[in-house]
């Protein structure tokens, strides 16, 4: 009995063929693969979308050898696009491409030093007025001069130099809209709301944005993204684009 159970699992582990509900499965070392379809399709990993739509218009078909699937492309978020087929005749998806936004690594929601934090803002974000404004009061603050202002909680004044040997209290300004990188760079980077603070601390002043926009601009890179895709690829057959 053991020696025929023996048997029979080895048995499995050799290379055949099987008919099961309708298809034929070829069988190597005990794991199934459809004959005649792609059953582990190794997915090509892109960095930008124009990367993707040329893949899509000039080396797809030639990777299917002329017989495209339907393709959507999922804008899975705001650093994420994934090029998957529809439900092939096994009822399930072939990953084709994921496309992944290289963007820098932005420090938020905490306090850092001075200045990193002038350092981040130089190379970081794209200009705006209010950058430059963040700028001006971060890089010129007088040390230990940040002090609370008012009765509600988000309003500080600090004192800034204003020229060679003079100085001024200036209110902090709150909110500030920046534009950091945070997607990709075909599309325009997100309009984000900050609450921008000051404090004192031992090394001198720290600096901090806080996100106050609850994550709407992730959504609004999202539909960015869709928008670019499907005006590139319009025309192109068999590609659906969702978001």
């Known amino acids: 009995m053991i020696k025929e ?14 008919d099961i509900n ?22 090509i990993k892109l960095s930008t979308l124009s990367s993707l739509v040329d893949y ?3 080396d797809m078909r030639a990777d299917f050898q002329g017989d495209v699937p ?14 998957i087929t529809q439900f092939n005749s096994d009822m ?14 932005v420090v938020l929601n905490r306090f850092m030093e001075q200045e990193a934090f002038i350092i981040q803002m130089q190379s970081m974000f794209l200009d705006t007025p209010d950058k430059a404004v963040v700028m001006q009061v971060a890089g010129n603050v007088e040390d230990r001069t940040v002090a609370s202002y008012g009765d509600d909680g988000v309003t500080q004044k ?37 609450v921008f603070r000051m404090r004192n601390s031992q090394s001198g002043v720290s600096c901090a944005l806080f996100e106050a ?3 709407a601009w992730k959504l ?6 869709a928008d670019y895709l499907k005006m590139e690829l319009d025309g192109v057959e068999n590609i659906s684009v969702l978001s």
């Open 5 to 18: 159970a023996l048997q029979y699992i080895i048995g499995l582990q050799q290379p055949r063929t099987e």
């Open 22 to 43: 309708g298809k034929r499965y070829y069988f190597k070392d005990g794991v199934p693969m459809l004959v005649g379809g792609c059953n582990r399709c190794k997915e």
């Open 56 to 58: 899509i218009k000039e």
């Open 70 to 83: 339907k393709m959507i492309v999922h804008v899975a978020s705001e650093t994420n696009v994934r090029m």
């Open 92 to 105: 399930d998806r072939w990953d084709v491409v994921d496309v992944n936004a290289k963007v820098p690594d």
């Open 158 to 194: 600090a004192t800034v130099k204003t020229g060679i040997a003079s100085v001024e209290d200036v209110i902090v300004p709150n909110p500030v809209t920046l534009m950091p990188f945070r997607t990709f760079h075909e599309v325009e980077q997100p309009t984000i709301d900050f």
């Open 213 to 215: 926009d609850g994550g």
């Open 220 to 225: 609004q890179a999202v539909h960015e993204i």
